[in-house]
């Protein structure tokens, strides 16, 4: 059984920067590609990032483009997403989430296993 655990969460002004991470345990062969979604209330969860195994595929929604950075680190079992220039409109609940193989459509159906998720705040 996969397990992902998100933390870094929290309260930010625009403009400033948090790191996320997840840590993740159980069977590394359901963990090929690792990514970040978000869901702000009233909206429905949506793709934010994520990066295949070996780390040299990586894929961004336009909306965070040029301004997170996910990476990962094998070893450490843990995903991190590296978020400056942070806007209000970033605030949302963000989930780490694990699929095996290789994801073309990151929709949240396409991923198997999901942690808790961690709030993120930014004060305008």
């Known amino acids: 059984q996969v397990q992902l655990a998100e933390s870094g969460g929290g309260l930010v002004q625009a403009g400033g920067s948090l790191r996320l991470s997840c840590a993740a345990s159980g069977p590394t062969f359901v963990r090929d590609t690792m990514g970040w979604f978000r869901q702000a209330p009233g909206k429905e969860r949506e793709f934010v990032a994520a990066?295949?195994?070996?780390?040299?595929?990586?894929n961004y929604a336009d909306s965070v483009k040029d301004r997170f950075t996910i990476s990962r680190d094998n070893a450490k079992n843990t995903v991190y997403l590296q978020m400056n220039s942070l806007k209000p409109e970033d605030t949302a609940v963000y989930y780490c989430a694990a699929a095996r193989g290789v994801v073309i459509n990151h929709q949240p159906y396409n991923y198997d296993y999901w942690g808790q998720g961690t709030q993120v705040t930014v004060s305008s």
């Open positions: 990066i295949s195994r070996s780390a040299g595929n990586t």
